[in-house]
């Protein structure tokens, strides 16, 4: 019996040496490099081919992608100049995939994504059941710049929002502060909580502007 624990002693101390071999060689320019390139191949697919620099930071728990661009059929539709990812992953033990913060100092979506056609008739839309909850505690965007195909002319944001995905039952969570920084100063407040299971949706909406204002124009 005293053998089948030092046996087990050792099988648990060699993974913990390979973890902890792993997590170093994480932080180093060539795992960061690997890294990067594996993650551009699972993410290579039309409209959103994903393309980086550089990965920098703690990884996994406190991340910055830099240089980040998504692409099309057509060309690069939303560029990132730096991307920071911070996550609890031991939460996945609880099927929560906790985000404690994304942030981006500036996020330029030129336009709307082009998708491949579809083959065959398409499905209705349907609020997707996913693997794990998501908790997404806090979103910043210094800057969000929109070209002109979203509201008739170029526009820059402030951003910050919050959200809870979770199952069927408890639906979708979500609050959202945007505030126009180029000109005029428009802003907007959203509250959100819908349960689709219980067909309810409740939405809490207050926008202010000048006269004159984005609003007004659409």
């Given at each position: 019996?005293?053998?089948?624990g030092?046996?087990?002693?050792?099988?648990?101390?060699?993974?913990?040496?390979?973890?902890?071999?792993?997590?170093?060689?994480?932080?180093?320019?060539?795992?960061?490099?690997?890294?990067?390139?594996?993650?551009?191949?699972?993410?290579?697919?039309?409209?959103?081919?994903?393309?980086?620099?550089?990965?920098?930071?703690?990884?996994?728990?406190?991340?910055?992608?830099v240089?980040?661009?998504?692409?099309d059929?057509?060309?690069?539709?939303?560029?990132?100049?730096?991307?920071?990812?911070?996550?609890?992953?031991?939460?996945?033990?609880?099927?929560?995939?906790?985000?404690?913060?994304?942030?981006?100092?500036?996020?330029?979506?030129?336009?709307?994504?082009?998708?491949?056609?579809?083959?065959?008739?398409?499905?209705?839309?349907?609020?997707?059941?996913?693997?794990?909850?998501?908790?997404?505690?806090h979103?910043?965007?210094?800057?969000?710049?929109?070209?002109?195909?979203?509201?008739?002319?170029?526009?820059?944001?402030?951003?910050?929002?919050?959200?809870?995905?979770?199952?069927?039952?408890?639906?979708?969570?979500?609050?959202?502060?945007?505030?126009?920084?180029?000109?005029?100063?428009?802003?907007?407040?959203?509250?959100?909580?819908?349960?689709?299971?219980?067909?309810?949706?409740?939405?809490?909406?207050?926008?202010?502007?000048?006269?004159?204002?984005?609003?007004?124009?659409?």
């Amino acid at each position: 019996m005293r053998r089948v624990g030092y046996i087990l002693l050792g099988v648990l101390g060699t993974v913990i040496v390979l973890l902890a071999g792993a997590f170093a060689l994480a932080q180093t320019e060539t795992g960061k490099a690997w890294i990067l390139a594996q993650l551009e191949s699972a993410v290579s697919d039309p409209p959103a081919r994903l393309q980086a620099q550089a990965i920098e930071g703690l990884v996994p728990f406190d991340m910055q992608l830099v240089g980040l661009r998504l692409s099309d059929q057509q060309g690069v539709w939303l560029e990132a100049d730096r991307v920071a990812l911070a996550w609890l992953p031991s939460a996945l033990f609880g099927k929560t995939l906790r985000i404690d913060g994304i942030d981006a100092d500036r996020l330029a979506v030129h336009r709307a994504p082009v998708s491949p056609p579809s083959q065959g008739e398409s499905a209705p839309p349907q609020f997707p059941k996913l693997p794990v909850n998501i908790d997404l505690r806090h979103l910043q965007v210094d800057r969000l710049e929109l070209g002109p195909d979203f509201l008739g002319e170029p526009a820059v944001f402030g951003l910050a929002a919050q959200a809870r995905i979770g199952d069927l039952a408890a639906g979708l969570q979500a609050a959202l502060h945007l505030k126009r920084i180029d000109r005029d100063n428009d802003t907007a407040d959203l509250d959100l909580d819908y349960r689709p299971e219980s067909d309810s949706l409740k939405l809490d909406l207050k926008a202010a502007e000048p006269q004159g204002g984005l609003i007004t124009k659409l």
